[in-house]
C-alpha cells in the first residue's frame, strides 16, 4: 500500500506570493491532518480534514486555509507569503472509523516551503 | 490543554550504549501516547503508541517505552543503540479520542558517536 503522498516536496516563494500544498492520503483513509515544522516554534497543528469537512483548527491566521476533495486528497493554500511560513509542511492520514476511538497517523515527507 | 516535555534538546551516545529520552506529559485523563522518529529531510515515523493496558509498550526498531502514571512520563528507551538511530525523536500526546490534532513535544535530538 501507498504511503501518504505530498507534492511538491520542495517550493521556494516569495513574499507576498500564495502557495498551494496538495496531499494524497493512504487509500481508504479519510481524514487528513497538517502540520507546520519549524525550528522555532516544532510542530504545531494546523487543521484536519474528515469526509471534506474542516474537523479541527490550530491557532493558525486566516491566510492559513485548505480544503479536501471527495477522494480524501487534502490541499492546503498560504496567500500573502510571509518569510516566517518558511518551514515543512507536514500531512498526516489517518483511517477514522468512528470519530470514537484513535487511529494511529501516517506521515508524509512533508513539503519544504522557503519564503525569500 | 495538554502539553508534552521533552527535557533533553539534544542527546549524545556511543554505538552499542543503552539509551532513554525522557517525555512528561500534562494531561487530565489516561492520555494516547506516541513516540515518533525523524530522519534528516523525512516525515514523521510511528515507532510506538500507547493507548491502555500494559504500561510497557514495544515498538519497532528495538525501541520501548514505559508509561507512568504517578510521574506522568512515558520514557522511550532502547538497550544497544546503533549509528541509524541518529535522529531526532518526538513525544506527541492528542486531546482524546476522536482528535487528531496532536501535540507534540519539541524533540529530542539523538546523536550516536560510532
Known amino acids: 500500500k501507498a504511503g501518504v503522498t505530498q507534492t511538491p516536496r520542495y517550493l521556494i516563494k516569495t513574499r507576498g506570493q500564495q502557495v498551494t500544498l496538495s496531499c494524497s492520503p493512504i487509500?481508504?483513509?479519510?481524514?487528513v491532518s497538517w502540520y507546520q515544522q519549524t525550528p522555532g516554534q516544532g510542530l504545531q497543528f494546523l487543521f484536519e480534514?474528515?469526509?471534506?469537512?474542516?474537523?479541527n483548527k490550530g491557532n493558525f491566521p486566516g491566510r492559513f486555509s485548505g480544503r479536501q476533495f471527495s477522494n480524501s486528497r487534502s490541499e492546503m493554500n498560504v496567500s500573502t507569503l510571509e518569510l516566517g511560513d518558511s518551514a515543512l509542511y507536514l500531512c498526516?492520514?489517518?483511517?477514522?472509523?468512528?470519530?470514537?476511538?484513535?487511529?494511529?497517523?501516517?506521515f508524509g515527507p512533508g513539503t519544504r516551503l522557503t519564503v525569500l | 490543554a495538554q502539553s508534552v516535555t521533552q527535557p533533553d534538546i539534544h542527546i549524545t551516545v556511543s554505538e552499542g550504549a543503552s539509551l532513554e529520552l525522557r517525555c512528561n506529559y500534562s494531561?487530565?485523563?489516561?492520555?494516547?501516547l506516541f513516540w515518533y522518529v525523524q530522519s534528516p529531510g523525512q516525515g514523521l515515523q510511528l515507532l510506538l503508541k500507547?493507548?491502555?493496558?500494559?504500561?510497557l509498550v514495544q515498538g519497532i526498531k528495538g525501541f520501548e517505552a514505559e508509561f507512568k502514571r504517578s510521574q506522568s512520563s512515558f520514557n522511550l528507551r532502547k538497550p544497544s543503540v546503533h549509528w541509524s538511530d541518529a535522529a531526532e525523536y518526538f513525544c506527541?500526546?492528542?486531546?482524546?479520542?476522536?482528535?487528531?490534532?496532536?501535540?507534540f513535544g519539541k524533540g529530542t535530538k539523538l546523536s550516536v558517536i560510532p
Open positions: 500507547y493507548f491502555s493496558g500494559d504500561t
Open positions: 506527541a500526546v492528542p486531546p482524546g479520542a476522536g482528535s487528531y490534532q496532536l501535540t
Open positions: 494531561y487530565g485523563a489516561t492520555p494516547y
Open positions: 487509500s481508504g483513509h479519510r481524514s
Open positions: 480534514y474528515f469526509s471534506e469537512t474542516q474537523r
Open positions: 498526516a492520514s489517518s483511517h477514522d472509523n468512528s470519530g470514537n476511538s484513535y487511529n494511529e497517523q501516517f
